[in-house]
């Protein structure tokens, strides 16, 4: 039971390429979500996938774009990377909204 | 997480009690939670309360919830090496958690 697993660990991305970060939950969780981490700054909220087959703009979700490909797997793509996204992405997952979270490792991501 | 406020750093003594404070802003949120980050790794739920409870404990964990005031503490007894970390509080708004920016908690022997 490996829980949250994100890939990949680390990336550094030049401005304007663009990446997918995956994410896959083995719980059997409805929900699944995106945050990024910067210092001082805790947590936002990049998008999130209330159950299968529906997903919705969280606090900050200028530059991205998510799939729910299934209930397994939640994966986050920067089309063309600028700088300001440079950050630790953290993928979560719970039973149902409202519930508590599971969270990833991370990945961290540099574009220079 | 501009909705949630927490102080960003606190030193303890090795055996000493810590509390970490946090001030939320919905009072309709239903669960408030504690998460800790050590570092290199995700977030780890540490514990949560429903919000129509004032005080839950935990073995060495106690959390204080006050709704009138919209606070929310965090008390660590018996501090040890391994509690160094960063602590966030969180709130639950229309079924997302909000975050605080964190509480770097370090231990000193």
């Known amino acids: 039971n490996a829980g949250v697993t994100q890939t990949p660990k680390f990336q550094v991305l030049k401005t304007g390429q663009s990446m997918t970060l995956q994410c896959a939950q083995d719980m059997n969780h409805n929900s699944m979500y995106w945050y990024r981490q910067d210092p001082g700054m805790g947590l936002r909220l990049i998008y999130y996938?209330?159950?299968?087959?529906?997903?919705d703009k969280g606090e900050v979700p200028n530059g991205y774009n998510v799939s729910r490909l299934n209930k397994r797997e939640f994966s986050l793509r920067l089309e063309s990377a600028a700088p300001s996204q440079t950050s630790v992405y953290f993928c979560a997952s719970s039973e149902e909204v409202d519930r508590p979270l599971h969270f990833g490792n991370g990945t961290r991501l540099t574009v220079t | 997480g501009e909705d949630v406020e927490q102080s960003l750093f606190l030193s303890v003594r090795e055996g000493d009690s810590s509390v970490i404070n946090c001030t939320y802003t919905?009072?309709?949120?239903?669960?408030l939670y504690w998460y800790k980050q050590e570092p290199g790794a995700g977030l780890q739920l540490l514990t949560y309360i429903f919000s129509n409870m004032d005080m839950k404990q935990d073995q060495r964990l106690t959390v204080l919830l006050n709704k009138k005031d919209k606070h929310l503490s965090l008390r660590i007894a018996d501090t040890q090496t391994g509690d160094s970390a960063i602590y966030f509080c969180a709130e639950s708004i229309d079924y997302k958690l909000s975050f605080g920016a964190g509480t770097t908690v370090t231990v000193r022997a």
């Open positions: 996938s209330a159950s299968e087959g529906t997903t």
């Open positions: 919905d009072s309709s949120s239903t669960y």
